[in-house]
Each structure stands twice: as C-alpha cells, then as structure tokens.
C-alpha cells in the first residue's frame, strides 16, 4: 500500500576521501559532474521482532533508471503485505537477507505466490541439499532409486546443486542443459582426434611383410606417446538421458513443491531435444553392405532378418545358453526376465511361462525384483519349437547338478571347501546352479554373434527381433504388443513401425506371387531366338 510505505529514495554517492581519509560523500565537490560517483537506493523496511529498525541499501548503480527499477520492485514487495503485520514481518525478513547476502532482488510475482501458499519466503536450503534429502526418503524400486543417485551425483548435483532451492528458475536449468551440450561437442572432437591418433600409431607393412626401419619405428613411438597423452574415450550424454536427468530434476522438485518449499518447477520448462526412442530397423543386404564398408549402423537398434537370425542359432547350437537365446528371440523376453524366471513359472504340458520376477544388475551386483510393469508379469505362450529347448535345458540342468555334485564332493575329500550344487529355481543358472549373472548372457552372445560373422546387433536388440517374426506370422500391431507386453500400443507401433513395414513390403510380394498371370509368365520367360521380336509372343501368349 503506497500511503503505508517508509522513507526511502535514490542519492548519488561517490568514494573520494578527503586528506582525514573520511569519505567525502554528499560533500565531494565533483558531484556536480554528470558521470561522477554511483547510485544507491535505501527503503525502509518493517521493524525486526525485537524492534530493531531495518533499512535496506543498495549500491554500485551507474544511472537512476536502474536504481529506480529495484527501488519500484522492493516497495511492490512490501505492498504484498496488504496491511497484514505478520506478512510485513515476514518480507521484512526476506528483503533484510537479500541485502545481507547481496541475493538478487525476489520476483514479486513469485513472493505473492509464496505468501498464498503460505511457503516460507526465504531458506538456505541449496538445490544439492534438497536433492540429497529428496533421495534419502524415496521409496522406489532399487534400480530405479540407483538411477536417480547416478543422476544426483553425475549431473545434478555439481551442475545445480549450488542454487538456492527458492531461487533456482527457468534461466539456471536450460544453462544446465546447454552445459551438457557444449561439452557432449567436445568430447565428440576429443574422442574423434583420439580415433585418428591412433590410426597414425599403427604400422601397416608392406606387400613383403617385415618390421619397421629405425626411422618409422621412432615416429610411431613418438605418435603412441601423443596418445597416451590425450583425453580417454568418453560417453556423450545423449538427449533420451537428459530427458532422463529432467525427470529426477522435475520429481524432486514437485516433492519440494509438496512439501511448501517452493512453489514453482522450473524444470517443466526448459527446451530440451525430443529422447525419443529411435526406430528399430532390419538388417538388410544394403545395410549390412553400408556397414561393412564404412562401420556406420543405420540406427542404434537394428534388428536381424529371419535369415540372420538362423544363422545365430545355428551358431548357438554348442551352447549351453541355446534355449535361452531362442526363447528371447521367439517369445521377446527380455535380459534380466530370462535370467529370472523359474521352473515354478514354466509349464510345458500347457506350452505357457510366466516372467514373474527378473534378475537385475547394479554395478554388477545382482538381485531379484518385480517386473518392470504388471503388463511383463503376463503369461506367454510357447511354440513347439521352444517347449522342446526347454525340456532339453531341465536334461541338461540335471546333469550340471549330479556333474557338480560329483565334483564337489572330490573336492571335499581333497580338504577343500565346495559346497554341493545349489537349487535356486532358476531355469538358466550358473554349473553350480546359483544364479547366472545377466552380463555373462550378453558376454556369451556377443561371442557367437562374432562366430558367425553377423551385423552387430545387442541382446536387447534380439528382443526385437520377435516382433518382427510375430508380424511376419500373421499378427498384428496388438499381437506384437501383446508378446512383448508392452504398456501400450503405441509404444510398440512407435518403436517397429519401420521394421513392420519392411516386412510388409514382402507379404505384399509373397501376396502378389498368389496370384497367377499369364502375361507376366510369359514375360518372364526368354525370348525364342527365332523369334524376332519378343512383343509379338507376349500378345500372341
């Protein structure tokens, strides 16, 4: 209320001093000059709870449009007040903090904001405090809750953790991000110049083989020295993880909200790329040709054909994990699924598993968890193909049991400490029958994939290949969804659209072989060679 307000007003001050030392201030006779000296501001504030009269200063202005403009913001602040004694003393509070620290000057809008929401108008709380205490309290899955400290302590933390909690806005996250972008750029230029180093540190002989002269055996061991020299390589943090670390940004911050510490999520605003997940793509000759040639994927999930796929398990046959690769291809189960899932789960009178719980790694420790979503603990059924693998892995498991066994206890006689083959419940384990580890899949396939000579493709990636052998099939968009059990169908179309209509193209060809043509027949056929024009037998066909 304007009629309410102190004394207060805008001078011009200067830091001369006299031949005492003392500055000369209003008495500094170069004041008269126009470009002499700074402005500084002074507001009465209301009175601290003892009584004690508080003003607020501010200098360093360099002209009395900028004075006047906090000046108009401080006294907009203290009309929120609205006569209300308890709110005077309340932004009494906070505008004497914002001098003391040499805060900036609080938006009024977001002061109104905390008043009606009755949120504390200052804390020293910092955004890394918040986080810190944020994390603690969470109750969520442990992979998930590892995901979130990953983010806190790489990202967040020394990024933003220095803000103020009620101060941090709009402006202080997408700098954040930006960050995160300026320097993805230099490590791609690092890890590129680290590339071509070490192109210039191997020697290639010649037609006749041989060692290095003298000469070249010195340039290359100077060349090596640079490379030890630089940077290692280094992931770039792509935009599906910066949509990641928002997220963990955004939840803590509407936990703060919650909790009445702010009132405001600045990381609902920030500009960032879209993270969207990239389409999956057939391995075709063209493709695989292109990479073979220049080492470039088409996209970061491919997905073999049918063919490329015979040829893995084809490969695979030696291993013990056999059955458990061509179930993940067939039936779309995904890593810590396969890993996870028990006999108790498997009924192969009724040709049906259940993937009821998942083995999960977290900085190579495992443990058992839930499901990622109740639509992956459904039921699937299973192709004869597949109920045979796994009736040959229960055979094989036995004999792993009583091999182990027999060995454990030639151990035991020899003085050593073996204990007897473990039963875990677990379809795919390691010989002695404890849990396998998922990264020793990963291991163990990336080693028959490269036996085979095949395009790259991840275990992940496997997983996908079932939507494209269910589509191929006969089934649809739903029925693809339904194997995979993802959330939502359009999850599953956004993810395969480009590998479904690859195969599209050939049930639209195997569809048109359906159907008999005797012009095209007889096109197709060479021409007589006395014959002298094809055309004329075409129409005479």
């Not at 028990?342 to 790694?361: F, M, N, R, Y």
Request: hydrophobic share 35%; with cysteine; glycine share 8%.
């Amino acid at each position: 209320m304007a009629g309410a307000r102190r004394a207060g007003g805008i001078t011009r001050r200067c830091e001369c001093r006299g031949d005492d030392g003392r500055r000369l201030g209003q008495q500094c006779p170069q004041l008269k000059k126009r470009n002499h000296g700074t402005y500084q501001l002074r507001q009465e504030l209301p009175s601290a709870a003892d009584g004690t009269r508080r003003v607020f200063r501010r200098t360093g202005y360099d002209g009395v449009k900028e004075a006047q403009g906090d000046l108009d913001k401080i006294r907009a602040i203290l009309d929120l007040a609205g006569g209300d004694e308890q709110y005077a003393q309340q932004i009494g509070d906070l505008l004497a903090k914002v001098q003391r620290d040499r805060e900036d000057i609080p938006d009024v809008a977001e002061v109104k904001r905390r008043l009606a929401g009755g949120v504390a108008l200052s804390s020293d709380m910092t955004v890394g405090e918040w986080l810190d205490a944020w994390l603690d309290a969470k109750k969520t899955k442990r992979r998930t809750t590892s995901s979130y400290e990953s983010h806190i302590r790489v990202h967040l933390r020394p990024g933003l953790g220095h803000y103020k909690l009620d101060r941090l806005n709009v402006g202080h996250v997408q700098a954040f991000f930006d960050s995160i972008d300026e320097r993805n750029e230099v490590i791609r230029a690092q890890n590129q110049a680290r590339r071509e180093q070490e192109a210039r540190c191997r020697w290639k002989p010649g037609t006749k083989g041989g060692r290095p002269s003298p000469e070249v055996s010195e340039q290359l061991a100077a060349e090596r020295e640079k490379l030890a020299a630089m940077p290692p390589y280094q992931h770039v943090t792509g935009p599906a993880t910066q949509q990641r670390i928002r997220a963990t940004l955004r939840a803590a911050l509407n936990a703060a909200i919650r909790k009445q510490l702010i009132t405001f999520n600045p990381a609902q605003w920030v500009e960032l790329a879209s993270g969207k997940r990239p389409k999956a793509r057939l391995w075709t000759a063209q493709h695989v040709a292109h990479w073979r040639r220049t080492g470039e994927r088409p996209s970061p999930v491919m997905v073999w054909t049918p063919e490329q796929l015979g040829q893995f398990l084809d490969e695979a046959e030696s291993s013990r994990l056999y059955s458990f690769f061509q179930l993940i291809a067939f039936r779309g189960l995904r890593r810590g699924e396969g890993v996870g899932l028990a006999w108790s789960h498997v009924d192969l009178d009724a040709g049906l598993i259940t993937p009821a719980k998942t083995l999960v790694v977290d900085r190579w420790e495992v443990f058992e968890d839930d499901p990622k979503t109740e639509e992956s603990a459904s039921t699937i059924g299973l192709d004869s193909l597949n109920v045979a693998a796994l009736r040959e892995r229960r055979r094989q498991q036995l004999a792993e049991r009583d091999a182990w066994n027999r060995y454990a206890a030639e151990q035991r006689a020899a003085g050593k400490d073996v204990a007897d083959w473990v039963d875990t419940g677990k379809v795919w384990t390691e010989p002695d029958g404890t849990w396998l580890h998922p990264e020793k899949v990963s291991e163990e396939f990336r080693r028959i994939r490269d036996r085979a000579g095949l395009p790259p493709v991840s275990l992940r990636d496997l997983r996908h290949l079932a939507a494209t052998l269910v589509y191929a099939a006969g089934g649809d968009v739903h029925a693809v969804k339904t194997v995979l059990r993802h959330s939502s169908v359009q999850l599953t179309s956004g993810t395969y659209t480009e590998v479904l209509e690859d195969v599209d193209r050939a049930i639209a060809e195997k569809a048109a072989d359906l159907v008999p043509r005797a012009r095209r027949a007889a096109a197709s056929e060479p021409a007589d060679a006395g014959d002298g024009g094809g055309g004329d037998a075409v129409e005479a066909a």
